[in-house]
């Protein structure tokens, strides 16, 4: 922490034999309130069951799981993630007052959901 107070003013430095700037942040060491994760084989495009009957239902059913952590799902939206193209969901997670975040994880998510009428989904 010292380095960083010393180099207040400073906001990079460069070597002029290699020609390689190097630029100081000072890093943040806490976790974002709002977080976005993508998770696959929520929805699938063949899927019967339209994409918010499984949203709604993810949502409900993750519900109780969350609010030990004081987290709320604010909003799922389908979409098509990486290189590839892979259609998968995009959920916003959102740390409610007073909560200390972390970063989520995939052991803080269900293994598996039921939609629709009784079919069991495992993203």
Not at 32 to 50: E, G, K, S, V
Not at 60 to 79: C, D, F, R, V
Request: charged content about 25%; hydrophobic content about 40%; some cysteine.
């Amino acid at each position: 922490m010292l380095i960083f107070r010393a180099l207040t003013n400073v906001r990079g430095a460069m070597d002029l034999r290699s020609g390689t700037l190097v630029l100081f942040w000072q890093w943040k060491e806490a976790s974002c309130l709002t977080q976005h994760i993508y998770a696959f084989r929520i929805h699938h495009t063949t899927d019967n069951i339209p994409v918010e009957v499984v949203t709604e239902d993810f949502m409900e059913q993750m519900t109780e799981s969350l609010k030990s952590n004081k987290l709320e799902i604010q909003a799922m939206t389908p979409g098509l993630w990486g290189d590839k193209g892979d259609y998968g969901t995009r959920i916003r997670f959102r740390f409610r007052e007073g909560a200390v975040p972390f970063l989520i994880g995939p052991k803080n998510r269900t293994a598996h959901f039921w939609t629709g009428q009784g079919n069991t989904k495992r993203p």
